[in-house]
């Protein structure tokens, strides 16, 4: 085997033009496979950091009601049908199930009718939430300046808030909010700290402009403890949940699982009837059917550019047949001094698969190098696939074998005297 392969590697070297001229459908086959490849595995990376975040693998399961999500009548406080309520029990049941690493229950409201003041300045248009001591933790915010809350704010009923760094922008440009009193449903409350999501777990921002584009969309966001929430809101809302989860690929089954521990509360309150249901939020099925989009249409790339592969490989079965002509007499006196049919048929075929190997890795940097290119020309992301790499070196190699066999068994048949009479 080592002495066909350097017979091999001596016979592209004494010819290298020609060599390199029938491994050249191989390389531009490989190549552009591997670009491609480069291309969709990155376009799909983004696609998932755009949607869910770098490394922010939370899941929302919110309350619907019928085939829309619940809502409560902003104008005259009420709620319509008797809405389930998430005990504690239920928490714990939550925070047991496979793949969570944390999990929160909160109330929230959009603050369309303007309920949250601070002097002459309103919110309208910003989230408020009643949140757990768990929710910072779980969506990943850190106390910019101030303080979080402390266990004895929800104990006392103390009326603090937080704001996030958006809501501070929006409500107090350039003072420092922590010590001002806001109002919240026509209740005092101060605020004690001023909160920012960390990187990871915003969208994939790559440029300034993406940032400023989020940013506008953003109103912000005002917390108060959830002990607090009836005393501005004085009526039962239901809460939502977000759970943290151990891995992306997790977040699909754990949100479905957890949002059945959840519609357990319905059914124990007696109000299934009025069409409540707890439902996870499957960002992971909105990834999966972006991703397949843009796979499905990228994949006709790959089927063109495996036709430089066929290409390649009958330049590999002529390039063999013209070695087997030229080599008649070699192989006519290997077989009279007792050379057999699987000797020569090894050699030929080991020269083959060689031969398409070499021009396999050539093609393999030539497309890492393409797929950078194409980069920074196109501005679209890129991903090396090492299992594409390995694939495609392999992949070569069969094409030397499959296509070199036909002239390797020319060369194995041949009558070793016709051989040695031939000119």
Sequence with gaps: MFENIRLAFQGIWSHKMRSFLTMLGIII???????????IKGTSEQIKDNLIGSGNNTV????????????VDYYDGSSSGSTPILSQS???????TDHVENATFF???????SSVYYENSSFSGGKVY?????????????????????????DNFRKVALVDSYAADTMFPGANPVGKIIEIGSEPYTVVGVVRQSADSLPNMDTPSD???????VIGTVMIPNKCWPISYKFDEPENAIVKVDSTDNMSETGSAVAKILNKSISSTGSGSSGFKYKADDVMQRVKDLQDLSESTNSQLIWIASISLLVGGIGVMNIMLVSVTERTKEIGLKKAIGARKKVILGQFLTEAAVLTSVGGIIGVVLGIGLSKVVSK????????SVPA????VVFSMLIGIIFGLLPSVKAANLNPIDALRSE
């Design 377 to 384: 020309v196109a501005g679209s992301p890129t991903a090396i």
């Design 130 to 154: 009643g949140i757990d001591t768990n929710y910072l933790n779980t969506c990943g915010y850190q106390v910019r300046s101030g303080r979080g809350f402390v266990q004895a704010d929800y």
């Design 107 to 113: 109330y929230s409201r959009t603050d369309y009718n």
């Design 29 to 39: 086959g490989i190549a552009s496979i591997i670009a491609i490849v480069s291309t």
């Design 60 to 71: 929302n399961v919110t309350l619907s009601q019928g085939d829309s999500a619940y809502s």
């Design 389 to 392: 790499i390995i694939g495609s």
């Design 90 to 96: 239920l928490k714990d049941e939550v925070l047991k």
């Design 211 to 217: 940032f400023d584009s989020y940013y506008e969309n």
